[in-house]
């Protein structure tokens, strides 16, 4: 696995998606960890019942991940209530965010932190309160365990310029 | 008959653009409007036929200004399409088609495809 490299870094890790077709080559990614870690999955792009739906049929470990699903409630889906799951409700800010990632990571106690993803957050801004620079060195304190953020191609810049200014060491992988 | 009117409402401009250039190849009458406020000021002065919306736009929510459109007496018989990065299962794709929302597009999107539910929504 090509990527090893990156998750035994102490750095974070800012993965790059190209904008089509990218979902396939993560999904096996999220398998790969899945095989022998666990991880907290924040997701600002997909409902929890749209990533459980892709690792039942990819064969992903879906216990292998607590989901916070940000989406559900900005789309006014009912969520269901699921063990691995938390819903974080839109409008919300992202000190909240923060907080409940650090609830979360408490409890669950994962291997690696996910954050899916950095230009979702850029694309939130105005329901999600709050500096995108403050709360990237806010969820850095919240836990020594490996942070991975993903961006879309194109976005990658911008955000390395948020990291190298809060002084976070990272590494980017752009993703094939 | 005269041609289909499409709204298509979207931040990005390059989004704007290649959607705009695909149903006009398929000689629908296009607009833009680059957020949910600009669609509803359009609204006042335009009927379309469909409108393709973008759920996460600066000010107002996709979801916020189908809402609108729908309580509108004067505007609830407008399709709408919604065209989308968020990924939903296919079972709560079902759940957001309902009253005048027609259908769920996500991007990426294939073109042929866009053109296609464009057209089989406003049969």
Not at chain 2, 31 to 48: F, N, Q, S, T, W
Request: glycine fraction near 4%; charge should be positive.
């Amino acid at each position: 696995m090509r990527y090893a490299k990156y998750l035994s870094s102490d750095k974070t890790l800012l993965i790059v998606l190209p904008r089509q077709k990218q979902d396939m080559s993560f999904l096996q990614f999220l398998k790969n960890i899945s095989e022998h870690h666990t991880a907290l999955y924040v997701s600002l792009s997909k409902t929890y019942g749209s990533l459980a739906e892709k690792f039942i049929k990819n064969n992903i470990v879906l216990n292998k991940f607590f989901i916070i699903d940000s989406i559900s409630g900005i789309l006014k889906l009912p969520g269901k209530e699921h063990k691995n799951c938390s819903y974080f409700a839109l409008p919300n800010t992202l000190p909240n965010l923060k907080k409940e990632i650090e609830k979360q990571m408490k409890i669950f106690s994962p291997d690696y932190l996910l954050f899916d993803s950095l230009s979702n957050l850029i694309s939130f801004r105005e329901i999600l309160k709050g500096e995108c620079s403050d709360f990237l060195l806010n969820i850095k304190k919240i836990t020594n365990k490996k942070q991975i953020f993903l961006c879309n191609q194109g976005d990658e810049k911008t955000f390395k310029y948020i990291f190298d200014k809060n002084k976070i060491n990272i590494d980017v992988l752009h993703w094939q | 008959m005269g041609r289909k009117k499409i709204m298509i409402v979207d931040d990005e401009d390059n989004i704007l653009n290649l959607v705009k250039a695909i149903l006009e190849a398929e000689n629908f009458e296009v607009m833009v409007a680059h957020d949910g406020k600009e669609c509803l000021e359009l609204l006042k002065i335009e009927e379309p036929d469909l409108i393709l919306l973008d759920f996460m736009m600066p000010g107002m929510s996709g979801v916020a200004v189908s809402e609108r459109v729908r309580v509108e007496p004067k505007l609830k018989h407008i399709k709408i399409i919604y065209l989308t990065a968020l990924d939903v299962s296919e079972f709560e794709r079902k759940l957001l088609q309902k009253n005048n929302i027609v259908d769920y597009i996500q991007k990426p999107f294939d073109n042929k495809d866009l053109a296609k539910r464009v057209r089989k929504a406003l049969k």
